[in-house]
Nanobody, 123 residues
């Protein structure tokens, strides 16, 4: 089965940058959904950026458009976060679903999750 391991994260000042990486191991089909989600204390999961590896558009949350960029390689997913804001502070998770057939956005659709990595942005 697929396992996801995140790396990167840490602390940054507002306006700074952080890069997160997600490595998928185990069986990964040629087409599946994968993305980044975050959860701030006391808040629900928020989809940050998701892709469908079979092609098509990338989803970005309105709050990160123009600042965050997701890129994918063979069994890897990277999130480049620029112009960080204190409100970007959250636990960031990589998540996937291997039997999806199109771009998915909602957290409940994704059934494989990494352990998460903390990003803290201070002003």
């Amino acid at each position: 089965h697929v396992q996801l391991v995140e790396s990167g994260g840490g602390s940054a000042l507002a306006g700074g940058s952080v890069r997160l990486s997600c490595a998928a191991s185990g069986y990964t089909p040629s087409r599946y959904c994968i993305g980044w989600f975050r959860q701030a204390p006391g808040k629900e999961y928020e989809g940050v950026a998701t892709i469908y590896t079979g092609g098509g558009p990338t989803y970005y949350a309105d709050s990160v458009k123009g600042r965050f960029t997701v890129s994918s390689g063979k069994n890897t997913l990277t999130l480049q976060m620029n112009s960080l804001k204190p409100e970007d502070t959250a636990m960031y998770y990589c998540a996937a679903r291997v039997d999806c057939l199109r771009l998915e956005v909602g957290a409940p659709v994704f059934n494989i999750w990494g352990q998460g990595t903390q990003v803290t942005v201070s002003s």
